[in-house]
């Protein structure tokens, strides 16, 4: 059975920092607030392959679809300084499915290594936003 795919949803691209700037002695090891960086981080591809890649990997789940199950999950994660994707966590109403939750963090955390932030010419690590939305 044909699952129906999410529609993302991006204010503005839908990328916003929550991280609060932290200096460590090597900027390759700290992690810096997206509003400091000199390069924000980006998906390899810009926003239209992101969300290529979002709606190929993410499977609305049976039991929601069923329920008519509509959520926005925002993301938060961590680009690091090597790209990698980590920490994904919803910062979101608690309450919302699990099965939506655990279907956006499964599809965040499977996302190909990012450009990572750079600040005063390293790359850094920078948290960011990306809010997810189910809808039927």
Do not use: H
Request: aromatic share 8%; charged share 25%.
């Amino acid at each position: 059975m044909k699952f129906f795919k999410y529609v993302l949803a991006l204010a503005a691209f839908g990328l916003i920092s929550t991280s609060s700037s932290l200096q460590a002695q090597s900027t390759s090891a700290a992690l810096v607030d997206v509003k400091m960086v000199d390069k924000t981080p980006s998906f390899p591809g810009g926003k239209e392959a992101m969300t290529d890649f979002i709606t190929k990997a993410l499977v609305y789940p049976e039991a929601c679809r069923k329920n008519k199950t509509e959520a926005i999950i925002p993301v938060e994660f961590t680009v690091q300084a090597d790209g990698r994707i980590t920490d994904a966590k919803n910062i979101g109403d608690p309450e919302v499915d699990n099965r939506l939750i655990g279907e956006a963090l499964k599809v965040v955390l499977a996302m190909p290594s990012w450009n990572p932030a750079e600040y005063k010419g390293g790359k850094v690590a920078c948290k960011m936003v990306l809010p997810i939305q189910f809808k039927l």
